[in-house]
């Protein structure tokens, strides 16, 4: 088992000290290893109250795309057995809305920002991520490649090896921040996509996003969703997120972001184990708010527990011998 | 702006509350002294993660700026299983969330229209500001009725009580709207009316259409499925007459009628909503 991203010898004092939670992602400093999922937190203002934002080891904020987006009609979101399945249609205000009116007030916090950007052409992407490109307290990029291709018949970017490739290089000539692919599950073999991503100079991964699902009302036969389908979150879909970082992460050597159901430390202990240099929290937010710092703590204390010095000495440390 | 928080909020009393209804009452004291009518809470029905979500209820009053009270009917796998928590249980209660009611201008006359379950953000409206109030209580048949005890504390309350019912059982036979329409053709009528409603979807629409015949200020409350009460899932979200749509969870759930756009799909999709709890069947 090859031991990934930065792992330290163990150094006897160590579980003296306090054990160190940062981590260096994509070339991002994090100072701890949770972030939000993109979509779950908003720009962050509306957690404000709620939780001391500048604890969390970054923010991924909601998917911005050239133009504003109005969304999908309702219903968008659906409940299903420990998960959700959800249909907002991407409704965001546009890049120039979040430059002016979201990021001054991201930028002053003590976290890292990254920005999730979508769109549904290779220019659409390449326009968000010039605009992005210096723009003060941004630390990097994350590219949603979930979304059809308009310009090549609808064909989704992130099931089709040539068009994730070209997008994703596309994207990487496009900016000097760190570029991290969250890559679709909605694929045969998740190894092709991270290596393809890889290959393309993206400098991480996240996985994954939401699985594409379906519920039905069978009293009037109508679709539980206005839009049919839907993305499925929520700890239904972890042990699935859990094996794909798992091959992800055997696949390639850029570091990945863990995500999909995370709730509990233990939940993201998981991913961490199975390869993940940080994870991120995505539904878990709407189930409690503060389970992102809860997290945190619950990671902490499990590095006391186990006298590790660092939470890199566990990444991809899963017995599978 | 009051601060939303997050508790672990203890559970005081839990009972039925006659008909259909239980209710529920929770320890959350700086919620219970900053919540405004119309406001609602999201509360966990359990710790599990199944049911995932937790569920979003108006508040039905509060008790020496310490207590909230709820009220709900059982409507799905959630509220059943709410029906099972004991007194001296913590459940995980966020709030107060959304925007209230705007508090009636002097020398108005609230109309208060009350659909099936859809009371308890009027009775702590009427807690606050009902004196020259009149309430329209409308539902099925008698038994989705709100409990005694609420219909109790309305009536020390309002100036008046107008029923109506679908199958006649109680007041008049037919819809609240119907009951409305009737006192608003009667001549002794007095004050500037202003309606405030909360109820299930087709009900609102009624009422707003009746409201913007008349040119009549109109108040709703709004209910849709929602999973995070917050603003940032954007799950629940309306369709606005200006154009794209707002979230019932921090615009709402309280609009000025005219903002709605009711000729959009929400109105065929949210047919069976039942007031105060949106995420159930």
Not at chain 2, 31 to 55: H, I, K, T
Not at chain 2, 85 to 94: A, D, E, H, N, T
Not at chain 2, 167 to 192: H, I, K
Request: hydrophobic share 40%; net charge positive.
């Amino acid at each position: 088992m090859k031991n990934r991203a930065n792992a330290e010898i163990r150094d006897p004092k160590s579980a003296w000290k306090k054990p160190d939670l940062s981590v260096k992602f994509a070339g991002i400093r994090l100072k701890n290893p949770v972030l939000t999922a993109s979509g779950t937190f908003g720009y962050g203002e509306e957690f404000r109250d709620i939780i001391d934002l500048n604890r969390l080891g970054g923010i991924i904020v909601k998917g911005v795309s050239l133009r504003p987006i109005i969304g999908n009609p309702p219903p968008r979101i659906w409940e299903t057995p420990s998960g959700m399945l959800n249909a907002i249609g991407l409704e965001n205000p546009g890049v120039d809305v979040f430059l002016n009116a979201k990021l001054p007030s991201l930028r002053k916090l003590d976290t890292a920002v990254i920005v999730n950007i979508f769109g549904y052409s290779v220019d659409d992407y390449v326009a968000v991520a010039e605009q992005l490109d210096g723009a003060p307290g941004v630390a990097g990029l994350e590219v949603n490649i979930s979304c059809p291709n308009v310009k090549s018949g609808g064909i989704v970017f992130g099931t089709n090896l040539k068009a994730a490739s070209e997008l994703l290089s596309a994207v990487r000539r496009a900016t000097r921040l760190p570029v991290i692919a969250k890559l679709s599950p909605n694929v045969t073999d998740i190894t092709e996509f991270a290596r393809a991503a890889e290959g393309a100079g993206c400098n991480g991964l996240s996985l994954i996003n939401t699985l594409l699902g379906m519920a039905i009302d069978v009293r009037s036969r109508r679709p539980r969703l206005a839009n049919c389908t839907g993305g499925l979150s929520g700890p239904a879909i972890r042990p699935v997120a859990v094996r794909m970082v798992w091959q992800a992460a055997r696949a390639v050597k850029i570091p990945i972001i863990g995500m999909g159901g995370i709730l509990t430390a233990e939940d993201a202990l998981e991913f961490i184990l199975a390869g993940a240099s940080a994870v991120a929290i995505g539904t878990g937010n709407f189930v409690n708010p503060a389970a992102t710092l809860e997290v945190v703590e619950g990671i902490r204390a499990f590095l006391e527990h186990e006298g590790a010095g660092s939470v890199r000495e566990l990444v991809g440390q899963v017995r599978t011998a | 702006m009051p601060q939303t928080r997050q508790y672990p909020a203890e559970v005081l009393l839990h009972r039925r509350a006659g008909g259909e209804y239980f209710r529920l009452v929770l320890r959350a004291p700086a919620l219970a002294a900053s919540a405004v009518p119309g406001q609602f809470v999201m509360l966990r029905v359990s710790e599990n993660r199944d049911p995932l979500l937790a569920r979003p209820f108006g508040i039905a009053s509060v008790v020496s700026r310490k207590d909230i009270v709820l009220y709900y009917r059982v409507a799905g796998r959630g509220t059943t299983l709410l029906t099972t928590v004991r007194p001296g249980q913590r459940l995980g209660l966020l709030g107060p969330l959304g925007k209230g009611f705007p508090v009636p201008e002097k020398g108005t006359t609230p109309l208060l229209i009350a659909g099936g379950s859809g009371f308890p953000p009027l009775l702590f409206f009427t807690a606050r500001y009902g004196k020259r109030a009149r309430l329209f209580v409308g539902s099925r048949d008698k038994a989705c009725l709100p409990p005694s005890g609420v219909m109790k504390d309305f009536r020390s309350r309002v100036l008046g009580i107008h029923y109506a019912t679908e199958d006649g059982s109680c007041g008049t036979c037919g819809f609240v709207t119907d009951a409305l329409a009737a006192f608003m053709d009667r001549p002794d009528r007095f004050g500037r009316p202003v309606i405030y409603a909360c109820g299930p979807h087709p009900m609102l629409a009624a009422v707003s259409r009746l409201a913007a015949d008349r040119n009549i200020p109109c108040y709703i409350s709004m209910e849709a499925r929602m999973a995070c009460g917050l603003g940032v899932c954007m799950g629940c979200s309306v369709p606005v007459a200006s154009g794209g749509y707002k979230r019932v969870c921090k615009e709402g759930p309280v609009f000025d009628s005219r903002e709605i756009s009711w000729s959009g799909p929400v109105s065929l999709q949210l047919r069976k909503a039942e007031c105060g709890v949106r995420n159930e069947e």
